[in-house]
């Protein structure tokens, strides 16, 4: 049970992460269209994706920081 939960943490993670190059991707080709909607809109939808990956990423490496450090140093929790 408990390495099911590192093992979905770390697969989301990489799940964001390739999300994250896939907007990388989309903004520069972005750039080469050349109707004006077009680009405005994919170049918002890119930096959204951008955008909650690297949410999604960041606050899947937080969790797994904070139950390794409780994990390591559990006395340190008990006398807060």
Same mark, same amino acid.
């Given at each position: =049970? +408990?390495?099911?939960?590192?093992?979905? $943490?770390?697969?989301?993670?990489?799940?964001?992460?390739?999300?994250?190059?896939?907007?990388? %991707?989309?903004?520069?080709?972005?750039?080469?269209?050349?109707?004006?909607?077009?680009? =405005? =809109?994919?170049?918002?939808?890119? %930096?959204?994706?951008?955008?909650?990956?690297?949410?999604?990423?960041?606050?899947?490496?937080? +969790? =797994?920081?904070?139950?390794?450090?409780?994990? %390591?140093?559990?006395?340190?929790? +008990? $006398? $807060?």
């Amino acid at each position: =049970m +408990k390495y099911t939960w590192w093992l979905l $943490q770390i697969s989301m993670t990489l799940v964001s992460g390739f999300f994250f190059v896939f907007g990388i %991707n989309l903004l520069t080709g972005s750039y080469a269209l050349n109707d004006p909607f077009s680009f =405005m =809109m994919t170049f918002f939808a890119a %930096n959204f994706i951008i955008l909650i990956s690297l949410t999604l990423a960041i606050t899947f490496l937080i +969790k =797994m920081i904070r139950v390794y450090r409780h994990i %390591n140093h559990p006395s340190d929790n +008990k $006398q $807060q």
